[in-house]
């Protein structure tokens, strides 16, 4: 798609300020009922595709993403334009600088719509959680559009949006990605900088991109990706043009499905349309093997504690004095001395979600002198292990190239179906938890349609490939594409 309209811009078929203005106005037309977006950067947003419209007619050649416009997650910092992390301590809070991605993609002339709504501070699998408003999946409003990133996803189902970005910690791109039909991809660990990414999990969150095509999220991911000196997990990769990759010949590539994931407890309708795509694979020339990672069953465990462990941490700064919410003296009760420590605790009382108390206060307990050995430590020991698991089936001399999966194991619930169970919630991300703990870039695209209720919903199918081999996954992921 951000070929093609590249192509129309060039052409003369259209202007870049005629396009944005084309996408404001569906915005202002639907997203009342979808609730995709938080904020929108009308102004912002013209003046690069004037910019872009005038480069044109000078003859000057431009970037494929430039004057396309996209949507950035609430928790990307975008400079001069409020950015909430949906969360109402940081309500009041207007950006100050621009994160690396979105200096980057306006280098490049990219376009911003504005700023997509999700589960506040990146905590939840629904977008039912965002201090705002929940936002609905377009196929089916009744259903969730998945989270932490459901705005970035629904704005592109919806057509709102050409691309945009989203952040995954445990899944929070491919997840909703394969609820709302689109793409998703989560980069290695370390190939995208996390310089203005409001810190969820720092040793696992990673900005990447949510599109229609594979081919879209190619040519996001190579303006996006490359080394940062503001980020020292950053690593030296960069440089390349994904979408130069994509020949769709996958003749010798050996995909691995672990048996762990398909399981009797694998939902039958799921696991058949899983069966059917591990057939189109075959198609395509690929070879498909059984593979064994043991320790999966611990995964989700582990990240929940390593999670919760980090955001406690990270949001220890959201204090209500250096910037955010802070409850002034006429909003507190008569015997509220206004202490210092009655400041921090008001704010951050009123301030965060209850999804967000409850993770602070287990990361916390689990940090905690009596309990860092026997939850964090292990936890962290289990880690290695699993990258262990994954180094084996990918590197041992008779290895898979990519390991293939459900992204989850149903299609969109409704809305309330699991909001009173987190435990339930945090099922959402059995499949997709494993690629953030061991690092590999993951990649979540349509596979095929379940029934539910007279309805056909999506599913997603996730690909996982070696560390910094997003060329041959997303090569994998776009020869399934050219089959269907």
């Not at 915005?27 to 929108?40: M, P, R, V």
């Not at 810190?199 to 303006?223: N, Y």
């Not at 020339?285 to 990270?314: F, K, Q, W």
Request: charged share 25%; hydrophobic share 35%.
């Amino acid at each position: 798609m951000i070929k093609e309209l590249h192509q129309k811009l060039v052409n003369g078929e259209t202007t870049s300020v005629k396009l944005t203005e084309e996408y404001f106005d569906r915005i202002k037309k639907d997203d009342e009922s979808i609730g995709a977006y938080l904020t929108l950067t009308e102004d912002l947003a013209l003046r690069q595709a004037d910019l872009i419209d005038k480069k044109i007619k000078q003859g000057e050649k431009i970037d494929l993403i430039a004057g396309i416009p996209g949507a950035i997650k609430d928790n990307i910092c975008v400079a001069g334009t409020r950015t909430t992390a949906a969360s109402k301590i940081l309500d009041n809070y207007i950006a100050p600088y621009n994160a690396t991605v979105a200096e980057r993609l306006l280098k490049e002339g990219a376009v911003f719509l504005g700023k997509t709504n999700m589960d506040e501070f990146a905590c939840g699998s629904s977008t039912e959680k965002s201090a705002y408003r929940p936002t609905k999946n377009p196929l089916d409003p009744e259903r969730v559009p998945g989270g932490s990133s459901g705005g970035s996803a629904a704005a592109i189902a919806a057509d709102l949006a050409v691309w945009s970005l989203g952040s995954d910690t445990g899944g929070s791109i491919r997840q909703p990605a394969a609820y709302t039909g689109t793409v998703g991809l989560k980069p290695t660990y370390g190939r995208v900088s996390r310089y203005g990414l409001l810190a969820m999990a720092s040793s696992l969150d990673q900005i990447g991109p949510i599109v229609k095509t594979v081919e879209d999220a190619a040519i996001v991911l190579s303006r996006i990706a490359g080394e940062d000196s503001m980020d020292a997990t950053s690593a030296r990769s960069g440089g390349k043009f994904y979408e130069d990759y994509l020949n769709g010949n996958l003749a010798g590539a050996k995909i691995g499905v672990p048996r762990e994931y398909v399981g009797e407890e694998l939902d039958s309708e799921v696991k058949m349309v899983f069966e059917q795509s591990l057939k189109k694979f075959e198609k395509a020339g690929a070879e498909i093997r059984e593979v064994n990672i043991p320790l999966t069953p611990y995964a989700l465990a582990v990240y929940y504690i390593l999670m919760t462990s980090e955001l406690s941490s990270n949001l220890a700064r959201f204090d209500g004095i250096k910037y955010g919410l802070s409850i002034d003296d006429e909003q507190r009760s008569a015997d509220n001395s206004g202490t210092l420590l009655e400041i921090y605790l008001d704010s951050r009382r009123y301030g965060f979600g209850e999804e967000i108390k409850r993770r602070i206060i287990l990361g916390t307990y689990a940090l905690s002198a009596g309990y860092y050995d026997a939850y964090y430590k292990k936890a962290q020991k289990v880690r290695r292990m699993l990258r262990e698991d994954f180094e084996k089936v990918f590197n041992e001399k008779d290895g898979v190239d990519f390991i293939f999966s459900p992204t989850t194991p149903e299609p969109a619930f409704k809305f309330g179906e699991k909001s009173k169970d987190p435990l339930a919630m945090y099922l959402a991300d059995i499949y997709t938890v494993s690629a953030n703990l061991v690092g590999v870039p993951a990649i979540s695209f349509p596979i095929g349609m379940v029934k539910r209720e007279g309805k056909d919903l999506p599913l997603g199918g996730q690909l996982m490939g070696k560390w910094f081999d997003e060329e041959n996954l997303l090569n994998a992921a776009y020869a399934f594409e050219q089959l269907e």
